[in-house]
């Protein structure tokens, strides 16, 4: 089993905090050296501005690891997974993608969001209390979009979400076990796309595009869809219930003002942060950068948590507030690489905090906070129950 001290720097957290050491980095050295036994890493960025000028670089900054040239890249890379690829292949397969998610189509998709909330509220009433918010809420309200949006059988969520815990939390034998199974989901899943395709996602993929987007990259694109809203999206609304529970005074307010609602989801994007550390990036040539050189082949991790909860200005950005009207952050990535999937995650995470506060007015947790276990080795950080009351 890895132990704690097996978690990066850049992933360390103190519950749903960055480490201490990461905020004092982020102030006094935000691109440092680094060395890590086991992991090529050369520096760790956690100053804003050092963060974005790294992750907005697709010029002099790639995803590919350091030893892949560029002409071996598409043999290596995860296909359908834009976090992989590097122009101009990422950007023929973005262009394919980004029409999907118009705001036409997040407008239709809406009403269905807000119906998948409501029966799962529904749900977590019923259950009685003390409940476990991830289990009846958290990730069957993501998961149930998500396949809505790609066209898979919502009876088929629980088998998915199963497969997606394993292959995340587990190592050797038991993981490869479920990537396999997986693996074979998602090709029955592509083929039978290619014989009838429907009005969802990969469907408009299949009719739009043919055979000009290949089995793999449809696959792939389920996949990342959906790793995305089981581990992603579901980990937003625990981590984020809970940090509205640990500022009482926020959450009354965002009760009081319904209309705030845009702006706590955006603050609780930044103050969460469940994406740690972006993927790492190698430099193409020698980099200047805040006094110092990052040399080419040399790879940087970017904390985004860090970078979130860094002082900008005169702002104290480490401190939690609806209110915040510039509440820029990088929970969605940066550069070419910003989600794609970013206005139907906004979409659910405002009608399930506004829905879940609404019909629990008095929602607390059911256990002290020091027995909520966290999921520090998970792809996405997390917890793993979140029991509550009302």
Same mark, same amino acid.
């Given at each position: 089993?890895?132990? +704690?001290?097996?978690?990066?720097? %850049?992933?360390?957290?103190? $519950?749903?905090?960055?480490? +201490?050491? !990461?905020?004092?980095? /982020?102030? #006094? #050295?935000? !691109?440092?050296?680094?060395v890590i036994p086991g992991q090529q890493i050369d520096w760790l960025a956690t100053g804003r501005e050092e963060v974005r000028a790294i992750l907005g670089d697709a010029e002099r900054f790639s995803t590919r690891p350091p030893t892949v040239s560029a002409t071996d890249s598409r043999q290596l890379v995860e296909p359908g997974n834009l976090l992989q690829y590097d122009p101009p292949d990422h950007t023929a397969l973005r262009k394919i993608i980004t029409p999907e998610f118009t705001v036409r189509r997040?407008?239709?998709?809406? +009403?269905?969001?807000?119906?998948?909330? &409501? @029966?799962?509220? =529904?749900?977590? #009433?019923?259950?009685?209390?003390?409940?476990?918010?991830?289990?009846? %809420?958290?990730?069957?309200?993501?998961?149930?979009? *998500?396949?809505?949006?790609?066209?898979?059988?919502?009876?088929?969520?629980?088998? !998915?979400?199963?497969? %997606?815990?394993?292959? *995340? $939390?587990?190592?050797?034998?038991?993981?490869?076990?479920? &990537?396999?199974?997986? =693996? /074979?989901?998602?090709?029955? &899943?592509?083929?039978?796309?290619?014989?009838?395709?429907?009005? @969802?996602?990969?469907?408009?993929?299949?009719?739009?595009?043919?055979?000009?987007? &290949? =089995?793999?990259?449809? *696959?792939?694109?389920? /996949? /990342? %869809?959906?790793a995305a809203a089981l581990e992603g999206s579901t980990q937003m609304l625990g981590l984020g219930t809970l940090v509205l529970l640990r500022h009482p005074d926020q959450l009354a307010l965002l009760r009081e003002r319904p209309e705030l609602i845009d702006q706590a989801v955006e603050e609780l994007l930044r103050y969460v942060s469940v994406v740690s550390t972006a993927s790492p990036r190698t430099a193409l040539v020698d980099v200047p950068m805040a006094g110092k050189v990052i040399k080419a082949g040399q790879v940087v991790a970017c904390s985004l948590i860090a970078a979130n909860r860094a002082d900008a200005g005169n702002d104290s950005r480490d401190g939690f507030d609806i209110t915040r009207k510039n509440t820029s952050h990088f929970a969605f990535g940066h550069g070419i690489h910003f989600c794609v999937g970013a206005s139907l995650g906004r979409m659910q995470l405002r009608s399930a905090f506004g829905g879940l506060i609404q019909r629990f007015p008095n929602l607390a947790l059911a256990v002290p906070e020091e027995e909520l276990r966290f999921r520090p080795f998970a792809p996405q950080y997390g917890v793993e129950e979140l029991p509550l009351t009302w």
């Open positions: 089993m890895p132990k +704690p001290s097996d978690i990066p720097v %850049f992933n360390r957290r103190v $519950g749903v905090d960055p480490t +201490p050491e !990461l905020i004092r980095l /982020s102030r #006094e #050295e935000p !691109l440092a050296e680094l997040m407008r239709r998709m809406e +009403p269905l969001v807000e119906k998948i909330v &409501t @029966d799962q509220l =529904d749900t977590l #009433e019923r259950a009685g209390r003390p409940v476990d918010l991830m289990r009846h %809420f958290a990730w069957p309200v993501p998961g149930l979009v *998500a396949c809505a949006l790609l066209g898979l059988p919502r009876d088929d969520l629980p088998q !998915l979400a199963r497969m %997606f815990d394993i292959r *995340a $939390g587990s190592r050797g034998k038991r993981r490869m076990v479920a &990537t396999k199974a997986l =693996d /074979s989901y998602l090709i029955k &899943t592509v083929a039978q796309k290619r014989r009838a395709p429907g009005d @969802d996602l990969l469907g408009m993929l299949v009719q739009d595009h043919g055979d000009g987007v &290949t =089995d793999a990259e449809l *696959a792939g694109i389920c /996949s /990342s %869809f959906v």
